[in-house]
C-alpha cells in the first residue's frame, strides 16, 4: 500500500525515538502488504477496529522489534493507499 501522510512516521521517529526500529518497521510492512478488503486487514490484524468515520486503529503489540505501538489511519482498498493519522506507544 501506498502511504500518504508519511511526515507521521517522521514526527513519531521523532518524538519516540527508543521505538525508531518498531516505527520503521511498521512503515516497512504497511508499505509491503496489499490488502484489498476489510476481511484482508482482519485477517492480518484480528485485533484492528474500525470506528463508524471509518478510522481504523491497529495496535502493534510487540509484532516488530519488541515495542507496542498504536496506528491510527484510513485505508483505501481500492486505491490501495493508507492516510496515516497517528502512531503512539501503547500504553502498558
Same mark, same amino acid.
Given at each position: 500500500?501506498?502511504? +500518504?501522510? $508519511?511526515?507521521?512516521?517522521? $514526527?513519531? =521517529?521523532?518524538?519516540?525515538?527508543?521505538?525508531? @526500529?518498531?516505527? #520503521?518497521?511498521? +512503515? $516497512?510492512? +504497511?508499505? !509491503?502488504?496489499?490488502?484489498?478488503?476489510?476481511?484482508? +486487514?482482519?485477517? =492480518?490484524?484480528?485485533? #484492528?477496529?474500525? @470506528?463508524?468515520?471509518?478510522?481504523?486503529?491497529?495496535? %502493534? #503489540?510487540?509484532? %516488530?522489534?519488541?515495542?507496542? =505501538?498504536?496506528?491510527?489511519? !484510513? %485505508?483505501?482498498?481500492?486505491?490501495?493507499?493508507?492516510?496515516?493519522?497517528?502512531? =503512539?506507544? #501503547?500504553? $502498558?
Amino acid at each position: 500500500m501506498r502511504i +500518504l501522510r $508519511s511526515q507521521v512516521f517522521r $514526527s513519531a =521517529l521523532e518524538q519516540y525515538p527508543a521505538q525508531k @526500529d518498531d516505527i #520503521a518497521a511498521m +512503515l $516497512s510492512f +504497511l508499505s !509491503r502488504i496489499e490488502i484489498k478488503t476489510s476481511s484482508d +486487514l482482519t485477517a =492480518l490484524f484480528p485485533y #484492528a477496529s474500525t @470506528d463508524e468515520c471509518g478510522i481504523t486503529q491497529i495496535g %502493534f #503489540a510487540g509484532s %516488530f522489534a519488541g515495542g507496542n =505501538l498504536i496506528f491510527t489511519g !484510513r %485505508f483505501n482498498y481500492p486505491g490501495q493507499f493508507v492516510i496515516a493519522d497517528d502512531i =503512539l506507544p #501503547a500504553k $502498558s
